[in-house]
């Protein structure tokens, strides 16, 4: 749940951050002009590709820490109980099963159960998980959450992700410059001496942030399938009655409530969103994907 919120958070950030660079250095006018108050499309899909893949790449880098220190996350160095000596030595044989190096384990403070995991690389991954689920889950329940999050590391989400992130990335700015630039000429801004007025830089930056919640569907589309593919992953990591035991305990903990503010538009349930709200949830819902376990082979 929370995993695909802080990647999608820290790369509108550097996405904007970069953008913001380009605009102060000129070199969104600089390489885009062809002169007579045209646009060179090649050099502005080029710079595109640059801003979009270094954004989500940025992203990917910064996914362990940022998540570590937004929330709060207490890696486990040693062992200090029980319960901790069982996470890491759960999530230690997980990973030798799925063939992959062992994860950082942490915990994080929250009410809900939760857990996600993040990291640049397979070998090189955290994953963490919250108060809330270590006291409302049964020991199998969570076992099969941490197989879950292992699964997410294995099949190498977090990659395939920031290249379909920087894939809608390249597009959003290059739509959105094609936007600033029309509205721009539209308005007969700098159109003899071939710079660009205020116009540009407007319309460009807004055209940048709703082209960039458009293109959020995308990526959490891809959320949501993968999610399937954990879900399988951990039946196979931890059992499948394990892994539907889990989501069930997950459906009653949290469908009688509403969804706390930080977890609206990430939501595991997604039953009061309708059609266009589903849209932008991260997971689908958890009658599905028991659905799915249920009628797997």
């Keep these: 749940m929370k995993r695909i919120g802080l990647f999608l958070l820290t790369n509108l950030a550097v996405l904007a951050t970069i953008s913001l660079i380009f605009k102060l250095l000129g070199l969104d006018q600089v390489s885009l002009q062809t002169g007579r108050g045209g646009l060179d499309l090649s050099a502005l899909l ?5 801003i979009g893949f270094t954004g989500s790449l940025i992203s990917l880098a910064m996914s362990k820490w940022s998540a570590i220190r937004m929330m709060g996350a207490q890696v486990i160095e040693a062992p200090s109980n029980a319960t901790e000596r069982w996470l890491v030595e759960t999530v230690r044989r997980q990973a030798e099963q799925a063939g992959i190096g062992m994860p950082d384990v942490a915990i994080f403070e929250a009410r809900e159960p ?3 995991a993040t990291g640049a690389r397979r070998d090189s991954a955290l994953v963490a998980v919250s108060t809330g689920l270590l006291q409302q889950m049964t020991q199998d329940e969570v076992e099969a959450v941490l197989a879950h999050e292992v ?4 099949n190498g989400d977090m990659v ?7 894939i809608v990335n390249t597009f959003v700015v290059f739509l959105s410059r094609i936007v600033g630039h029309v509205v721009d000429r539209s308005m007969s801004r700098g159109q003899d001496e071939g710079g660009y007025g205020p116009a ?12 960039g919640i458009l293109a959020s569907i995308v990526v959490l589309w891809f959320s949501r399938q993968r999610e399937f593919r954990a879900d399988a992953g951990g039946a196979a990591l931890a059992g499948r ?12 903990v949290q469908e009688p409530h509403d969804l ?9 349930s997604g039953k009061k969103l309708g059609a266009f709200g589903s849209l932008f949830l991260s997971h689908p819902p958890l009658e599905a994907r028991i659905e799915a376990l249920r009628q797997a082979r």
């Design 151 to 154: 699964s997410h590391v294995a």
């Design 114 to 116: 939760n857990a996600f």
């Design 260 to 268: 706390p503010a930080q977890m609206a538009a990430f939501g595991i």
């Design 200 to 211: 540009y830089f407007i319309t460009s930056m807004v055209a940048q942030i709703v082209f």
């Design 46 to 50: 080029l710079m595109s590709a640059i």
């Design 241 to 252: 009655e394990k892994m539907i035991s889990a989501l069930e305990r997950l459906r009653a």
């Design 160 to 166: 395939t992700l920031t290249l379909i992130q920087g």
